[in-house]
């Protein structure tokens, strides 16, 4: 209720900012050069049109939250701690809208948190499984951060997920995530055929998603019947949204954008590796499974995510994107918006069509 009694003075306010910028004096003041760089008068946009009453009541929490956090080249104990309390709030919201079974276990010598569905696993689920990798910037979302990617997609699909507890930085560096990550593979495919595993991840999950599958190839074992790359990308940070997205969202703008290489993880890494970012080897991304993209027009992955369809299309890959208006880096963290619910039925049926194929 709070949100509708604030939109009219959101329309005033950008009513008021289009009275004093005229359409004359806004293209006065807007410059392009020659490189192709614009610049642009201070101006209002408002929150997507198309978005849920939900989503636009929950974007200023995020906001809040993102205000908060502990910056990224602090103490990473500090970042553990304020994520896992966010991610394990959401896990307990998560969990009373879509009960599930959680076991930790070990495989392969990696920890991992095994979710399945309460109602027990759908018949038709009996022989696959999927494999879910966490985000949080390679630092941090271990735990509750893996069971908030996998509580949703193991209880709507009815199958067993498996979320891996891999390596992070500033302790390890690549490509000791894709090494964990391998480990838990090879000993599913004592289990099942490859073509019944799939492979999904958000933010630094999905990122290292694409790096397993290259990986695999890189190790000689068959790959995924499919996978999921969300709010990520198979290339570096970059693009319109990587500028424009963190403006969106409240931050001032970036002097540079973040790129997933500037991670503690990837210290002494070659961006230009395939194994890092696979886009950089199109005879690598011709063997990519059937890929599944998912991202928000106020994520700053958005315009990596779109490349990445791009660049697997071109290469032959069944590719998929999905992109929803207003929603930002890694939106379906919370489970209550539309947006989200429509996004883990992407994500269910997209493997329910394609493993076993």
């Not at 397993?212 to 969300?230: C, D, E, M, T």
């Not at 696979?278 to 890929?291: D, I, M, R, Y």
């Amino acid at each position: 209720m709070q949100a509708e009694r604030r939109k009219p003075l959101q329309m005033i306010g950008t009513l008021a900012a289009l009275l004093l910028l005229s359409p004359v004096a806004a293209a006065a003041q807007t410059r392009v050069d020659e490189q192709g760089n614009v610049t642009v008068p201070a101006f209002t946009v408002p929150f997507s049109g198309y978005a849920s009453p939900e989503a636009r009541r929950l974007f200023q929490r995020v906001i809040e939250q993102d205000r908060h956090a502990p910056p990224l080249d602090g103490p990473v104990a500090a970042s553990r701690a304020y994520w896992d309390k966010i991610n394990a709030a959401r896990a307990e919201r998560m969990e009373r809208l879509y009960p599930v079974k959680i076991e930790k276990r070990s495989i392969g010598g990696v920890p991992v948190q095994v979710v399945t569905p309460k109602q027990g696993i759908a018949p038709a689920q009996a022989h696959r499984v999927l494999i879910n990798l966490h985000g949080g910037a390679f630092l941090w979302g271990a735990g509750s951060g893996g069971l908030v990617e996998s509580i949703p997609v193991a209880s709507k699909g009815g199958i067993e997920v498996i979320t891996v507890d891999y390596r992070q930085g500033p302790e390890h560096v690549f490509p000791a995530a894709s090494e964990d990550v391998a480990a838990v593979y090879r000993e599913l495919l004592k289990q099942h055929p490859a073509k019944n595993i799939g492979i999904y991840g958000c933010s630094a999950g999905g990122g290292l998603t694409a790096e397993a599958v290259a990986w695999f190839v890189h190790a000689h074992l068959p790959l995924p019947g499919a996978i999921g790359i969300f709010c990520a990308s198979i290339v570096d940070i970059g693009g319109d949204s990587a500028w424009v997205a963190p403006v969106m969202d409240g931050e001032p703008p970036p002097e540079a954008p973040l790129k997933f290489s500037d991670l503690p993880y990837f210290k002494g890494a070659k961006p230009n590796d395939p194994l890092v970012f696979p886009a950089n080897s199109p005879k690598l991304l011709a063997q990519f499974p059937p890929t599944l993209l998912i991202t928000g027009t106020r994520d700053f992955a958005m315009s990596s995510a779109i490349q990445s369809q791009r660049l697997l299309t071109n290469a032959g890959v069944d590719a998929e994107l999905h992109v929803w208006d207003g929603m930002w880096h890694s939106f379906f963290s919370d489970p209550e918006m539309p947006e989200s619910k429509e996004a883990y039925a992407v994500m269910v049926k997209f493997f329910d069509r394609h493993l076993g194929r």
